[in-house]
Every structure is written in structure tokens, then in C-alpha cells.
């Protein structure tokens, strides 16, 4: 074989290994089991997610339970927990977020104000009824100089 076949077939096998081991670490990281970094729970409900939600890549025959006691979470406070899941004999830490999804239950009532009057966003509430706690604001501030709807 001649020097130059021999540089090319060098070449041509490093540059398959190279193939070879990114393909490797490609399909290690897309098939390990693997924990999400975070999941929701709503406001003031019981947490019904599983352990195995909190796990990615899992396979069939793995058994999954939580290691954190979830009854210790305090469903009524908005936070984040870490929480630790077992899968097999691995443990693995991610973090349940108590959240609050839903959007507060308004009544609103209308007002009419003389130009310069004045007004304020919680005067046009009668009722706001919600889990965590609510602040109002205009979202973008009335011109009380100005005539007409605004």
C-alpha cells in the first residue's frame, strides 16, 4: 500500500470513529433515564402528579417511588420544593412548583368621572376571589383630562 493510501485510510477511520463515538453519546443522552427539572401543581389542590411524572426516559420495567414525603408540601402556598424519585436503586432531584394557574373571579362595576376627576383601579372592583393574593392596577393609566372612554 502506498503512503498516500495508507494517510487516506487513516483519515478515513478516524474520521468513522469519530462518527462512531458521537453517535454513541448521542443515543447514551437520548435514551438515559433522566429527571425533568421541574413540574406544577395548582394552588390549593392535592398533588396527583407520580413519581414516574417527574422522570424522563423511563423504562417499562422500573419501579419509581418519591424518597421526599409530598404530605409534608403545603398545597396552599405558592413555592418551590426539591423533592427527590427514586427509579430502581438511582436517585434523582427535581423540583415540584406549587402554581397558580387560574385567573382570579372578577366583578367589576362601571364608573363615570367628570373630566379631572380622579379614580382609582380597586374602586371599580365589588368582588375579587382567588387562592393566592391579588393586586389591581390599571394597565395602562387613564387620562382624567381626556373626554370619552377609555
Known amino acids: 500500500m502506498t503512503h498516500r493510501k495508507l494517510k487516506k485510510n487513516i483519515k478515513i477511520s478516524l474520521v468513522l470513529s469519530a462518527i462512531l463515538v458521537i453517535a454513541f453519546f448521542a443515543y447514551f443522552n437520548l435514551t438515559a433515564v433522566k429527571a425533568k427539572a421541574s413540574m406544577n401543581s395548582e394552588l390549593g389542590e ?54 397558580d394557574t387560574i385567573a382570579p373571579e372578577v366583578t367589576a362595576r362601571p364608573a363615570t368621572l367628570e373630566v379631572g376627576g380622579t379614580l382609582t383601579p380597586e374602586s371599580l372592583i365589588v368582588s375579587i376571589t382567588d387562592k393566592s393574593d391579588t393586586t389591581v392596577s390599571f394597565k395602562k393609566a387613564p387620562d382624567f383630562d381626556k373626554v370619552g372612554a377609555q
Open 46 to 99: 392535592a398533588i396527583t402528579l407520580q413519581a414516574s411524572d417527574f422522570i424522563i426516559n423511563l423504562p417499562k420495567e422500573a419501579t419509581v417511588t418519591y424518597v421526599s414525603d409530598l404530605s409534608l408540601i403545603d398545597v396552599n402556598a405558592l413555592g418551590t420544593h426539591e423533592i427527590q424519585v427514586q427509579v430502581n436503586s438511582k436517585t434523582f432531584t427535581t423540583t415540584l412548583k406549587i402554581v
